[in-house]
């Protein structure tokens, strides 16, 4: 019973969270959310790690290496995109950024 | 006490992801907020290592091993406009998962005979959501990465056929329910479900990729809410929701931006019935075509741009050369912008992801409620292998069978330059009217070389 809960509120809370993210950002957000289900991880630890028989442990390192890859891949790739949003720079950046220039190449 | 300081790392992960998604909300924050949802799993995935549940270490570093190399390339060599069916693949990933942890407990379930119904409801629907989810996103990744035809397959009782087989399997987790250790009927479910997914996703041509990607993303959730109700694990449950919910809103954004109910999403097979004898619309009128030196004339001269990029930009892998277009147009003391639809690209949000790689400010890219009102104060739009996205029909003409889908108003500014491959019509089959509006010209040609020719003339000008 607590668990569904534990369900109703995360959804709740999901709904308030991700309405408000902008559809610039729902490619990452997949991403995000892609790599963030990889917490099925823990699941599947459980079950490979348990010495439940050959079937269960099998099925658990298949599972295993599938979240993992989830994990390392989602969150990797989550990364590499949101490293790509850039701002304009203002003008006093740019400034900055042509003095800095300028004076690397005076020295 | 173990147990404890397991739950307790659960509760702070599930804290940093909450954080996380938060985060996504601005781009400035984004960044952070995800590397510290890392950290959160990161001190999840150690805490279930503590001996408590586990006993023994051989086959997870094995499991470990092979996911990090999978998933490193996954992460780090895919490039981004391969997105979507890279995350088509990470869905099959994370519902095999599911589906096999639903498995893997339910035949050792049955085989100490210590199945209660609640736990195989929870674990019938997890291998259901999972197994349709696992096929059905390696077909839209097969789709998307063009092994498999793009184009819709589609024959008679299709969705009757669909809804008989959804039907024998609800009907199968109803037998578990009443006699939980019928093996052959848990089997018998896991098939059905592999099937559906198959199934479902064959009716589904290329361009209707967003809204399907965006579903199974949802169907890969609630298979993880499913293993968190079956193991009673409360952090899955989370995630599991997060993530159905997610993929839930995104495609109902979606189908609204295709103009399309979502029970007709699922029931799919749309490019093929909905083209049909309104197709013809109502504009006659010619098209005018005009030379890069005069389009980039007024590109040159003109206080107010805004490109409207579409899918036909993404094919030709135009980004780059748009992004320098618009540097030049800017440098000449023109303001540029980026007109984002919803559904420019293959997936959710895809487009601005293109553009931010070539190196376009996100600032500079608009969604399409916000950019609609400046279409008026614009001196030229310059559409980009965009069709069904600008067709001013689908706000006049209730005939025309895109009509009511949101489009962008480029049909509003003063002056429209639309690049354009060849003479065919959109991805709806519907004639597009902006395309004989008078003040509408049209440089015909592969959209990469076209902004390359606009480039060099403004650069000239």
């Not at chain 2, 009128?285 to 990029?309: F, H």
């Not at chain 2, 706000?395 to 002056?415: D, H, Q, Y």
Request: aromatic share 6%; glycine share 12%; hydrophobic share 50%.
């Amino acid at each position: 019973m607590i668990q569904l809960f534990v369900f109703l509120l995360a959804g709740f809370v999901g709904v308030q969270t991700i309405n408000r993210i902008p559809p610039l950002l729902h490619t990452p957000l997949m991403a995000a959310t892609n790599a963030i289900s990889g917490i099925s991880l823990v699941a599947s630890l459980v079950l490979a790690g348990s010495n439940e028989g050959v079937l269960a442990t099998a099925l658990g390192t298949i599972a295993e290496a599938c979240a993992v890859a989830n994990i390392v891949g989602g969150f990797l790739i989550t990364d590499r995109m949101l490293a790509m949003f850039k701002r304009t720079p203002t003008a006093t950046e740019a400034q900055q950024e042509r003095d800095g220039a300028s004076s690397v190449a005076k020295s | 006490m173990t147990e404890t300081l397991i739950q307790l790392a659960y509760l702070l992960a599930a804290f940093f992801f909450i954080m996380a998604l938060r985060t996504l909300g601005r781009p400035e924050t984004a960044r952070r907020g995800m590397q510290l949802a890392a950290f959160g799993m990161a001190v999840a995935v150690l805490a279930t290592l503590l001996p408590a549940r586990i006993v023994s270490y051989d086959w997870l570093a094995v499991g470990a091993m092979i996911g990090a190399v999978v998933g490193y390339p996954l992460g780090m060599w895919v490039p981004m406009t391969a997105m979507p069916q890279r995350i088509a693949l990470s869905h099959a990933f994370g519902a095999l998962a599911a589906t096999l942890v639903g498995v893997g407990e339910y035949t050792h379930g049955a085989a100490t005979g210590s199945l209660a119904r609640g736990h195989v409801l929870a674990l019938g629907l997890e291998v259901l959501f999972g197994g349709l989810t696992v096929t059905g996103s390696l077909m839209a990744f097969g789709k998307l990465q063009e092994i498999l035809p793009g184009r819709p397959v589609t024959f008679r009782g299709q969705n009757s056929m669909n809804l008989v087989l959804l039907a024998a399997a609800v009907i199968g987790l109803g037998w578990l329910i009443v006699s939980p250790n019928e093996v052959w009927v848990f089997a018998a479910m896991l098939a059905i479900a592999v099937l559906v997914g198959i199934l479902f996703v064959l009716p589904i041509g290329g361009a209707d990729m967003p809204v399907v990607v965006s579903l199974l993303n949802s169907y890969a959730g609630l298979a993880a809410v499913a293993t968190g109700f079956a193991i009673d694990n409360n952090i899955l449950i989370i995630v599991g929701a997060l993530d159905g919910l997610s993929g839930f809103i995104l495609s109902v954004a979606m189908s609204k931006a295709m103009n399309r109910s979502f029970a007709n999403v699922l029931f799919g097979a749309f490019g093929s019935t909905e083209v049909g004898g309104v197709a013809t619309a109502s504009a006659g009128g010619k098209m005018s075509t005009t030379s890069a030196e005069d389009a980039a004339l007024r590109l040159a001269y003109a206080n107010r741009v805004i490109m409207v990029p579409g899918y036909g930009l993404a094919v030709s892998q135009a980004q780059h050369q748009i992004r320098e277009l618009g540097d030049l147009i800017e440098k000449r003391g023109g303001d540029v912008r980026y007109a984002i639809h919803p559904v420019a690209g293959r997936m959710p949000g895809h487009m601005n992801v293109l553009l931010a790689e070539a190196g376009i400010p996100y600032d500079k890219l608009v969604d399409m409620d916000e950019i609609n009102g400046r279409f008026s104060e614009t001196d030229v739009a310059v559409v980009v292998g965009a069709n069904d996205v600008v067709n001013p029909a689908a706000r006049t003409n209730p005939a025309s069978p895109i009509f009511g889908m949101p489009i962008l108003k480029v049909s509003e500014a003063k002056s429209v330059l639309v690049l354009k491959r060849g003479k065919g019509k959109g991805f709806s089959g519907v004639e597009n009217d902006l395309f004989v509006e008078p003040k509408t010209s049209i440089l015909f040609g592969d959209a990469r070389q076209s902004l390359l020719d606009l480039g060099l003339q403004v650069k000239g000008a």
